[in-house]
């Protein structure tokens, strides 16, 4: 069975501060995506990664997928009150399903 | 470009009854996915339908159903309802397998 090992499940920082959220898994997928959540709404897609060690950004966040792309990582730099909100990491197996992770809770007060 | 939609917003049963839920998918996208988010569970994969068959199923009893139309929208029935069924049920959409899977808003299933 896929599982995808999300941390930390939740994060309450104050506006300015740096974050950085963990989806770590023992099984390769040949991509992950990471979306944000709104309470009551579905998710949406933030980015795709794809290839193994790629960084991508956009703004002040940073996504990077490890080499063996069994891992990934999002950085949000400076956070700000309007970055509060669900993120999850999701692997696609090529099954056609999405393996979620638990999602990590993020407050960010002002 | 329309997204997913989905109907109803929210939905209320009492134990025992059907429910039905509908997706229309992003036009171009033959592809439907259902997933189930739960309180404390996560997003779980439900099924999976393309071009009107069902391609993968998650790990859920088979009073979770659905089909897919030729206009490529979706129903997902849940009969013998039970009160862990409530949740929030997301119903997503891509042109193939391994595109980038679209989220609706979902449809908040009550069961009392």
């Known amino acids: 069975t896929q599982l995808l090992e999300q941390s930390p499940q939740f994060l309450s920082i104050q506006e300015g501060e740096n974050l950085t959220v963990y989806c770590n898994s023992s099984?390769?997928?040949?991509?992950l995506q990471w979306y944000r959540q709104e309470p009551g709404e579905g998710p949406v897609l933030l980015v795709t990664?794809?290839?193994?060690?790629e960084v991508k950004k956009l703004k002040r966040l940073t996504f990077q997928f490890g080499d063996a792309r069994k891992d990934s990582s999002l950085h949000i730099t400076a956070a700000q009150p309007g970055d509060t909100g669900l993120y999850l990491c999701?692997?696609?197996?090529?099954?056609?399903?999405?393996?979620f992770g638990q999602g990590t809770e993020l407050s960010v007060k002002p | 470009e329309a997204g997913v939609t989905q109907s109803p917003t929210h939905l209320i049963k009492t134990r025992g009854q059907q429910a039905t839920l509908r997706c229309s998918p992003i036009s171009g996208h033959t592809s439907v996915y259902w997933y189930q988010q739960a309180l404390g569970l996560g997003l779980q994969f439900l099924l999976w339908y393309d071009e009107g068959e069902e391609r993968n199923r998650g790990n859920f009893p088979p009073r979770f159903s659905g089909r897919q139309f030729p206009n490529y929208s979706s129903e997902l029935n849940v009969n013998a309802l039970e009160l862990e069924d409530s949740a929030l049920y997301l119903c997503a959409s891509n042109l193939w397998a391994s595109d980038t899977q679209y989220f609706g808003p979902g449809t908040r299933l009550t069961v009392l």
């Open positions: 999701a692997g696609d197996n090529q099954g056609g399903k999405l393996i």
């Open positions: 990664v794809v290839t193994g060690g």
């Open positions: 099984s390769v997928f040949s991509s």
